[in-house]
């Protein structure tokens, strides 16, 4: 709830400016979304939530969930799997937070692959934030399962890269 454009701290205005605008021009019927990338705790969940929180007062439908999260419901009854299935394509905006956290199984790597090329094939825009760095993405482009979800990611999502020191801890004022 408290993550909105106005409560952002300001430290990094060029992403949080590329973060509102984006949020302040979506549109359902574009297919393209954000890749918010780089370290721990340089601000991409709370922008993601941001974008979400606009989006949503803009009148539109977003769901912020994470890969772990997806796995599980997945995992449960039928009815429900159905449920996940149709809010995860049916919103207007999926965010998913925290991707490349889950452990790189073939069951989760389908369940990731599942989820983004769902979306990919419904022509329906994504903000994914990620850990890894531009060297990790590269080199996951072109191996193994990764290769195919980085490949969609990277077709339809717009790279930000968040740089700094992690704004958690005590240490961050």
């Known amino acids: ?3 909105t454009f106005e409560h952002d701290d300001g430290k990094d205005a060029r992403m949080s400016s590329a973060c509102l605008r984006y949020a302040e021009t979506f549109d359902k019927g574009d297919r393209f979304g954000l890749l918010l990338w780089g370290g721990v705790g340089t601000g991409k969940s709370f922008m993601s939530a941001a974008i979400a929180n606009r989006v949503i007062e803009r009148g539109f439908s977003a769901l912020m969930t994470d890969i772990g999260t997806i796995v599980t419901m997945r995992e449960s009854s039928f009815n429900d799997r159905q449920r996940l299935l ?13 991707l490349g956290a889950q452990r790189d199984t073939p069951y989760m ?4 692959y ?17 850990n890894m760095d531009a060297g990790q993405i590269s080199s996951r482009r072109g191996h193994g399962p990764w290769s195919r979800v ?15 020191k ?3 801890g005590p240490n961050t004022t």
């Open 1 to 3: 709830r408290d993550c």
């Open 114 to 130: 599942a989820v983004i090329d769902g979306r990919y094939r419904a022509a329906k825009p994504m903000v994914v934030t990620t």
């Open 109 to 112: 790597m389908e369940q990731v």
């Open 166 to 168: 992690s704004r958690r």
């Open 86 to 98: 149709e809010r995860l394509m049916g919103c207007d905006l999926l965010l998913i937070d925290d």
């Open 150 to 164: 980085v490949d969609r990611i990277l077709e339809v999502c717009y790279p930000l890269d968040f740089r700094g």
